[in-house]
């Protein structure tokens, strides 16, 4: 016998009713059941594939181009909550820089988060650590992104980032993704 706690609701339904029919309608994806077999004595786990998450290029910028992370303890703080939020699951990180007035990230959003909701928690998150230092706006209301169709555009945009500093002639930038390889997350499978 299942327990009820285990079975989501709209699975319940099905079985209440006795249709035992799984289809896409019935039961959204990333969802896990676990349903009688036909002889009814053992349980069997009904699971559906993770989507393929977007990845995305993405630029925020500080609110009037303060060079906020010019100060190394800034820079030192947005890396950290970048690294603390990637090791939380809540995205992959494949490669950032951190500018002095503005961040370039190239990530994907785990299943469960959106992009804007992963900006939100690096934008948010840094914003209240420092938020006795600063008064007023910490960053720009929005933010740029870029959609990653294919492997060529994964590589461009992880080249563009990592040339970002020797455009603006910061020799031996340390908060660059090539500075920390060990930490970044590979390419997705679906770029492969």
Known sequence: MVGQGFIPDPLRGIL??????????????NQ???VRCPSGTKAIA????????????????????RALFQRTVN???LQQLL??????GRYQL????????????????????????CIKCIK?????????QFG??????????????????FQNQLHHIAANPQRRSLSDHPFVHTACPSRMDPMPTQFL
């Open 94 to 117: 494949h490669g950032f820089v951190i500018m002095p007035d503005h961040v370039h990230l190239l990530l994907t959003p785990s299943p469960t988060q959106t992009l804007a909701l």
């Open 46 to 65: 009904v699971c559906f594939p993770q989507p393929i998450m977007p990845t995305h290029a993405v630029t925020t910028v500080t609110h009037q181009r």
């Open 75 to 77: 820079a030192e703080l």
């Open 16 to 29: 209440r009713s006795g249709k035992g029919a799984l289809n896409a309608k019935t039961i959204k994806k």
């Open 136 to 153: 007023g706006e910490i960053w720009q209301p929005s933010f740029h992104d870029h959609r990653i169709r294919d492997t060529e555009d």
């Open 124 to 132: 948010g998150g840094f914003s209240y650590a420092v938020k006795a």
């Open 83 to 88: 690294f603390r939020y990637r090791d939380q």
């Open 32 to 34: 896990s059941a676990f």
